[in-house]
């Protein structure tokens, strides 16, 4: 059984900066991509950062130059360090993976979210 667990999230002032980690654990054989997505409310889900197969990444233009997504292959974990933050990056977070585990090939996992709240 794949899971992700999220942490990291908080309240920060406007200007500050906060790191989430997301960690998959199970029997896990590969992870196909990691991303990060947000939900503000009575927003839909967007992505935020995602860090491909390959080492390519991309970013919402909302975040580019303030986010930053990393990874450590050895622990199947994956960051998101946010930095400037700003009141409308309020919003719960979300780990979402894809992932080949010792029972299924290519399936889409998520995190149960992290709530994120800059004040300003």
């Known amino acids: 059984q794949v899971q992700l667990v999220e942490s990291g999230g908080g309240l920060v002032q406007a200007g500050g900066s906060l790191r989430l980690s997301c960690a998959a654990s199970?029997?896990?054989?590969?992870?196909?991509?990691m991303a990060w997505y947000r939900q503000a409310p009575g927003k839909q889900r967007e992505l935020v950062a995602v860090f491909v197969r390959r080492g390519a990444t991309n970013y919402a233009d909302s975040v580019k130059g303030r986010f930053t997504i990393s990874r450590d292959n050895a622990k199947n974990t994956v960051y998101l360090q946010m930095n400037s933050l700003k009141p409308d990056d309020t919003a719960v977070y979300y780990c979402?993976?894809?992932?080949?585990?010792?029972?299924?090939?290519?399936?889409?996992?998520w995190g149960q979210g992290t709530q994120v709240t800059v004040s300003s």
């Open positions: 199970g029997n896990i054989f590969s992870i196909n991509r």
């Open positions: 979402n993976a894809n992932i080949d585990s010792s029972s299924v090939y290519g399936a889409n996992y």
